[in-house]
């Protein structure tokens, strides 16, 4: 569980660092407070979902 946890905030973490290249006027737009909020958000939820969503394999223990 530890793991899928683990990999889901890399993912989101990936995510948020992704634009990070673009132009500077656009990241405004891309890191307003609005969507820092819904990442901030998805770093709560997306965990519990992963994990119902993958529940067998983590209940069989099988990596």
Same mark, same amino acid.
């Given at each position: 569980? $530890? =793991?899928?946890? %683990?990999?889901? @905030?890399? $993912?989101?973490? $990936?995510?948020?660092? +992704?634009?990070?290249?673009?132009?500077?006027? @656009? /990241?405004?737009?891309?890191?307003? #407070? +609005?969507?820092?909020?819904? !990442? %901030?958000? =998805?770093?709560?939820?997306?965990?519990?979902?992963?994990? +119902?969503?993958? @529940? #067998? !394999?983590?209940?069989?223990? /099988?990596?």
């Amino acid at each position: 569980m $530890a =793991a899928a946890v %683990l990999v889901t @905030w890399t $993912a989101l973490i $990936a995510i948020l660092l +992704a634009p990070s290249p673009l132009p500077e006027h @656009w /990241r405004y737009y891309i890191y307003s #407070p +609005a969507s820092v909020g819904l !990442w %901030l958000l =998805a770093m709560l939820v997306m965990p519990v979902v992963v994990c +119902a969503v993958k @529940w #067998p !394999w983590i209940k069989s223990g /099988r990596g």
